[in-house]
């Protein structure tokens, strides 16, 4: 899988690159700007991007920024962007497309390398890895909004932790439940939501935004 | 018609008000420098005692008269009270110039107010009689009168300035070292020692890698653990000293950003059109972030609105709740933290809660915009 790689500070660059490439990925570029970022992007159309948020020249959200332009140049490109903080307002931004293949994750959520690993590649799957942060403040604001007031506390529950990315199994580990009873909630969730039944990865993708654009 | 009539009434009655008033003055100027001469003998301190209050009370009853005649506010500069004693505190009124001042504006009242009043009373009854008569030309000189030797004079207007400044300099320094002093003392008890933590739990591990695997991977993950902790309580205290994304995106950025993240659904409107010079996003921001904050705390709202609007020389913020109100910036210390945030740019904050709310906080800071900081290559918006 090919990986374009934005990050300023050499330590950590270096140390993502033997990451990623110890599980496989292949690390066409790592840039350390902005500018560079989008270049690399455009011509390299990764299947997935990994960005650090803050980069030169302004040493802002240069990173977001450069991610966005270039999902606008090339529809659904997959980006996963990492960051020392979250912002709901940026987790909203690089969802505002609706296309799917958004990541948005804290920096120290890569000490889990099993877990860093997957998210990457479900992100590059088209699928989404919210942090739990963005998640667990969406669960306390979003309950009582429409139509996601139907769902019970449960499915809520279901629904934020396939935001943040997690497969089925991963989830029914989670709450301690089957798998099975993780797809009847999930099927429970779709026909709440009413997505008409499809290919099931596509009814995910499409559930998790509606979550998570509100 | 009877509208008009009522108010030529009114005008009639000040006339003769003022003019009433005028004698009094007189009695009032002679009575305080019988007061001055008696000092020595001892009833000349109590008459002063009675006397200088009055003349106060007096000259601040003329000046919101004249005030509300020419449309502006005519401010008072008597120095503060000096902490003491009857005496001191009196002693301190004596030498205070605007005391005297005042003084001699009774006496001019009493001649030429006086007079002013006098033809003022004869306007107000012609303007009674005939509606073409120009109704309050008298009383109109004898407010500009009164602006202009009840004004505080330049050097008093210097003096107070002079000590605001010096008052909310020395609370901003002292705000300055004790959030210093905070972050130094977090750091210390947290992100450091956890740091030390980690190096142990790491130093173990290597020790422990070949003669007891299962332990040096229990002191491996947490180290892991320690590091996470490590980072959040460093994200907590960056977020206080200066949030990302306010350098990010600037203040409207940054307060949506903040409305987002809020529990309760906050609405945010602005009118920024500029970037304003970081300090002033700094106040600015923490300002609305404490106001938001105590409205989660205290009042009980289900939803608030933030409003930012800048017109070039003045950013005013208000935050607004549909709470319980009873808020009193006196006793809730989060105001009393707004206040003197703002007060170092000579800000202000007004608070209006009524019992039953809504709660409106509004809060203002002189500046003006500065050019984006982030260089013009930064695409998209």
Redesign the interface.
């Given at each position: 899988m090919r990986v374009v790689l934005a990050e300023d500070l050499a330590l950590l660059r270096d140390g993502l690159i033997r990451l990623l490439e110890a599980h496989d990925f292949d690390v066409v570029e790592a840039v350390d700007n902005g500018p560079s970022l989008l270049r690399a992007l455009v011509t390299h159309r990764p299947d997935v991007a990994v960005v650090d948020v803050r980069l030169p020249p302004t040493f802002t959200d240069e990173g977001l920024r450069a991610a966005i332009e270039a999902r606008a140049q090339i529809p659904g490109l997959p980006v996963l962007v990492l960051s020392q903080y979250v912002e709901q307002l940026y987790a909203r931004e690089l969802l505002a497309d609706r296309t799917g293949g958004v990541g948005y994750l804290l920096k120290d959520r890569v000490f889990n390398v099993r877990q860093f690993v997957d998210a990457v590649e479900q992100v590059a799957g088209g699928g989404t890895a919210m942090d739990p942060e963005v998640i667990s403040q969406l669960l306390t604001k979003r309950a009582g909004d429409e139509p996601l007031k139907a769902l019970t506390s449960r499915e809520h529950e279901v629904l934020g932790l396939m935001a943040e990315g997690r497969s089925n199994a991963a989830i029914a580990a989670r709450l301690y439940i089957t798998e099975k009873a993780v797809s009847k909630h999930t099927n429970s969730i779709f026909t709440k939501l009413g997505l008409p039944p499809s290919e099931d990865d596509n009814r995910r993708v499409r559930a998790v935004l509606a979550y998570l654009n509100g | 018609m009877a509208n008009e009539a009522g108010k030529r009434l009114m005008l009639l009655g000040w006339a003769l008000t003022l003019l009433v008033l005028a004698f009094v003055g007189l009695a009032l100027f002679i009575f305080t420098i019988t007061g001055f001469g008696l000092v020595l003998v001892s009833i000349g301190i109590p008459m002063l005692l009675v006397s200088l209050p009055v003349v106060r009370w007096y000259a601040n009853f003329h000046r919101g008269w004249a005030g509300r005649m020419l449309g502006t506010q005519i401010a008072s500069s008597y120095r503060p009270p000096r902490p003491g004693n009857v005496l001191v505190r009196l002693w301190g009124v004596v030498r205070d110039p605007a005391t005297w001042r005042d003084v001699l504006w009774l006496l001019v009242n009493s001649i030429a107010g006086l007079t002013l009043t006098i033809v003022a009373t004869v306007e107000a009854v012609f303007g009674l009689l005939f509606w073409w008569w120009p109704k309050k030309t008298a009383l109109y000189a004898d407010a500009q009168l009164i602006k202009w030797l009840l004004s505080p004079s330049k050097k008093a207007l210097l003096a107070s300035r002079v000590r605001e400044l010096a008052e909310s300099r020395a609370e901003t320094v002292d705000t300055q070292a004790a959030e210093i002093r905070r972050i130094e003392r977090d750091l210390h008890d947290g992100a450091q020692a956890r740091l030390v933590a980690l190096g142990m739990n790491l130093g173990m591990a290597a020790e422990a890698v070949e003669r007891d695997p299962e332990n040096a991977k229990l002191l491996l993950a947490e180290a892991?653990a320690a590091?996470?902790e490590a980072?959040?309580e460093l994200?907590g205290l960056?977020?206080g000293i200066h949030p990302?994304?306010l350098?990010?995106?600037g203040l409207v950025?940054a307060v949506?950003?903040l409305a987002?993240?809020?529990?309760m659904?906050v609405e945010v409107e602005a009118d920024v059109p500029e970037r304003l010079p970081a300090p002033v996003e700094s106040a600015a921001y923490f300002a609305v972030a404490e106001a938001l904050t105590n409205v989660i705390k205290h009042s009980g709202a289900h939803r608030a609105r933030v409003y930012l609007r800048h017109d070039g020389e003045l950013l005013r913020m208000t935050v607004e709740d549909d709470g319980r109100g009873g808020a009193d910036a006196g006793a809730g210390s989060g105001l009393r933290g707004i206040e003197r945030r703002l007060s170092a740019f000579d800000g202000r904050l007004d608070v209006t809660s009524p019992p039953g709310g809504p709660t409106v906080v509004t809060m203002e800071l002189p500046c003006a915009s500065s050019s984006p900081?982030?260089?013009p290559?930064?695409?998209?918006g």
């Open positions: - | 892991q590091s996470s980072l959040a994200r960056v977020r990302p994304v350098a990010d995106r950025g949506q950003a987002l993240a809020n529990p659904p900081k982030t260089s290559s930064s695409g998209t």
